[in-house]
């Protein structure tokens, strides 16, 4: 049992460039996450998943794109990488049964240039 | 929006000592509060919760104590180790058919020295 897997670990963009950052989770949860966190801030909410099917935005939800491919899988699309989405990302699951916690994968790391 | 703050950023202590991570929240509705605990490199990870009906919960070494009158909540950690040693975020959030919503604030770093 995996729980939140998340690739590439890490990956270097150039301005301008696009990428897909993946999010598996292996505990059959129904909602996921994706965050981003800043240094020497917390996590803000880019986009979820409440259900496999439906997405939603967050507080940050600008410059990204989500897609729920199923129930396991939550990707995140960066169409044209600026500056300022230098961050690390953490996507997350939590369950229906046990709805407040939620589990997060050990991030991306993201540096755009 | 939520505001979450902490009144130490950074704490630090002897290993074996006790401590003391404080939180101060904004939201009255939030329904349960979650500390998790992110090591260096590392996503977060759940340590315990507490739900918004209850002002104590304990668990293996922590203690949450919950002030919903002063919005205030603290995780007590006993015996501190050095593997202790991360930031430490406390989460209010709120139940959504299904899914949750957490606010993050910035974080309080442990410091544990042998």
């Known amino acids: 049992n995996a729980g939140v897997t998340q690739t590439p670990k890490f990956q270097v963009l150039k301005t301008g460039q696009s990428m897909t950052l993946q999010c598996a989770q292996d505990?059959?949860?129904?909602?996921m996450y994706w965050y981003r966190q800043d240094p020497g801030m917390g996590l803000r909410l880019i986009y979820y998943?409440?259900?496999?099917?439906?997405?939603d935005k967050g507080e940050v939800p600008n410059g990204y794109n989500v897609s729920r491919l199923n129930k396991r899988e939550f990707s995140l699309r960066l169409e044209s990488a600026a500056p300022s989405q230098t961050s690390v990302y953490f996507c997350?699951?939590?369950?229906?049964?046990?709805?407040?916690?939620?589990?997060f994968g050990p991030g991306t790391r993201l540096l755009v240039l | 929006g939520e505001s979450v703050g902490l009144h130490l950023p950074t704490l630090s202590v002897q290993e074996g000592d006790n401590s003391i991570i404080n939180c101060a929240y904004s939201?009255?509705?939030?329904?349960?509060f979650i500390w998790y605990k992110q090591e260096s490199g590392k996503g977060p990870q759940f340590i315990i919760d507490?739900?918004?009906?209850?002002d104590k919960r304990q668990g293996q070494r922590v203690t949450v104590l919950l002030n919903k009158t002063v919005k205030h909540l603290s995780l007590q950690i006993a015996a501190t180790q050095p593997g202790d040693s991360a930031v430490y975020f406390c989460?209010?959030?709120?139940?959504?058919?299904?899914?949750?919503?957490?606010?993050f604030g910035k974080g309080t770093m442990l410091l544990v020295s042998p």
């Open positions: 997350a699951s939590s369950d229906r049964s046990r709805q407040e916690t939620q589990y």
């Open positions: 505990m059959n949860h129904n909602s």
């Open positions: 998943s409440a259900s496999e099917g439906t997405t």
């Open positions: 939201n009255s509705a939030s329904d349960y």
């Open positions: 507490i739900r918004s009906n209850m």
């Open positions: 989460a209010p959030g709120q139940g959504n058919s299904g899914y949750s919503t957490l606010t």
